[in-house]
């Protein structure tokens, strides 16, 4: 019982705090989708838990909490990705900014 508060309270704060980052323009519509999908079914899943076996039954996985985990290690291994794309554009975009003041310093010299 405990635990099913926990995660409805925890699902209604990130509702909250995703929706006022959306409205601040700091998350895209797509991502806050999203993340709303996360934390609607964070609340779902606390209220019942027997929907993850459900869910796992017509995957064709034994039980609830493997559902649960791999989808977990999937979205673990996407959000590496885009971190790793984030980086990578980042490193591009500073060293263009280097080479541009390089060649300003230059020319002012």
């Known amino acids: 019982m405990l635990y099913q508060l926990i995660g409805v309270i925890t699902g209604l704060i990130g509702i909250i705090i995703s929706l006022k980052r959306f409205k601040e323009g700091k998350t895209s519509p797509t991502v806050f989708v999203i993340w709303l999908l996360a934390w609607l079914s964070l609340i779902i899943i606390s209220i019942s838990p027997y929907t993850t076996s459900y869910f796992a039954n017509i995957m064709g996985i034994g039980r609830g909490l493997d559902l649960i985990l791999i989808l977990a290690i999937i979205g673990a291994y ?32």
């Open 78 to 109: 996407y959000l590496l990705f885009r971190i790793y794309i984030m980086i990578e554009n980042i490193e591009m975009e500073l060293t263009r900014l280097v080479r541009e003041l390089a060649l300003r310093e230059e020319d002012e010299e």
